[in-house]
């Protein structure tokens, strides 16, 4: 005889692996269904009241669960154990039912109904499970994607049958981060018994984009214009595979400034991820277009981010990334800075990112961990210490924060915060450092002209209503501290600070987008702008200007 999959201690009691009889489940079937397409939609539905005027009293010791059941023995056992009990009533036995209906409903199997049939209470009571299949599955809405494609994108969603929901939206979340496709699923009763249908309604944009983009982030020595053209591909070879590449350079100084970004996603959807690889170069520090240079040098990435299932309007995955960082020699003026040597850095980083979408907010945080691994030329403390004098090892670790919010207040006004953390308790070279100031830092200033082993930025703005169709005003207030590890008395002091106020005009409608930003510093730097003129001070200020065009 075989073991109960719940019991007693010292008792035994026979189970069955066969299924539920034919007409057990016809008289079944119309009253499951309906519970099982209300638990499609997270919703529950109490059973029927079986309490009699006077309540039996007997003794439960196990239970035979037929049918098919995804959950495994031990994770039965423990959902069913509570009811094993000497002084059982039909109260016990209903809510033993809906137990093992809520752990199959938590786990993703919404359209699994437990079923207490009519019995004879003996050693083990018997629980039935009713699995409903997917019939039909239609796909409405296509125009530049097909239905190979879209089908492609949630394997979970298969004829015959009974998908897991939390795996099903797992695949539907990565499918609608491509930006030329979003995806709905509803589901129906079928006409075929023990079935539902599932319709699946795609709203498409054009799979490739192309923009360019005119932006004064420069600097005096390598051209105050940065031209940044950009491109990509969501779908290509029709399986999702999304590419972007951008290239800047300046109009003023097209010789000295070249900057490469190219990266490359392929979705794993049944694998719940999402692979990527980057490869950026640079000559310049700067943003330009998706990607981002601290130090003239290339970079080789590769990643793999794992989705977790959604919770409502909250959705997170983890990532975990190695990325190769090349630091070239410093120059100035065109010439090689004396004893420098060429640094790498070969981090290997985990990251914890979420999104929340509220109806009047949206907002977001990840944490990164790093650490450094050794090997590759240049990735050695004699290398990091010619550039760096306080670096006391090549094996660094550094946490890493961001974090947005835009939220709605009344009349039509906005207001957004976004923040950038970093500590690190060994001394960094500067690639790896927090930098502040620039465009998409403390405004008012040129890009990343300080930086620091810690620090803390901050930023926050409120926009007006549109004063036309997609023109706002904006004001906003930026700050930043550093600290440093190991300071010295000439460029890495042990503590820093930046702040800056300011105005803005934004316009963004249809193809077109306009940014002019004026920020001016309210606390500069402490370091001294003897060495470097590129320090900021307080009184300075910058216009931050940004033209882009999309196609």
Known sequence: MSKPIAQVPHTTASISRRTP??????????GALAVALTL???HGLAQQDMTAPTKPVFTIRGFDVLGDNPLSESDTVRVLAPFLRNDATIDTLQKATTALETALKERGFGLHRV???????????????????????????????????????????????????KTLAVQTAIANENQGKQIQIALKESE?????DARIVVKESQPWTFATSLANTGARATGRDRLTISGGHSNLFNLDHQFVGAYTTSIERTADVHQLGLSYRIPVYRAGGVVGASFTRSSVVGNYGAFTSTGAGQTVG???????????????????????KRYDITEISGVAVPGRQVRRSRPLTLTYAARVERNTAIWGYNVDLSHNLSGGSGNSLAAYQSEDPRITTARFTALRANANYLGSVADGWLWSARGQFQYSADALIAGEQLGLGGASSVRGTSERPISGDRGLFVSMEINTPE??????????VDAGWLRNNNPNATNKPASDRLASVGLGLRYNRGALGLSAEWGRIVTGSVL????????????????????????
Request: hydrophobic share 40%; glycine share 8%.
């Open 40 to 42: 499609a939609h997270g």
């Open 467 to 476: 004063l036309q169709p997609g023109l706002r005003l904006v004001g906003f």
């Open 528 to 551: 001294s702008g003897a060495a470097n003129p590129a320090i900021p001070r307080a009184g300075d200020n910058k216009l931050h200007l940004n033209l882009t065009a999309r196609f």
């Open 302 to 324: 590769l990643n793999y981010s794992h989705y977790l299932p959604p919770d409502g309007g909250y959705r997170s995955y983890v990532t975990l990334a190695l990325d190769d």
């Open 21 to 30: 009889e034919a007409s057990d489940k016809r008289a079944l079937r119309l």
């Open 115 to 165: 079923v207490l049939p009519p019995q004879t209470v003996g050693n083990a009571v018997r629980l039935d499970i009713v699995k409903f299949t997917i019939g039909k599955v239609t796909v409405e809405g296509l125009q530049q994607y097909d239905q190979a494609n879209i089908r492609a994108s949630v394997p979970e969603l298969a004829e015959g049958q009974a998908p897991n929901f």
């Open 192 to 196: 075929v018994a023990d079935q539902i």
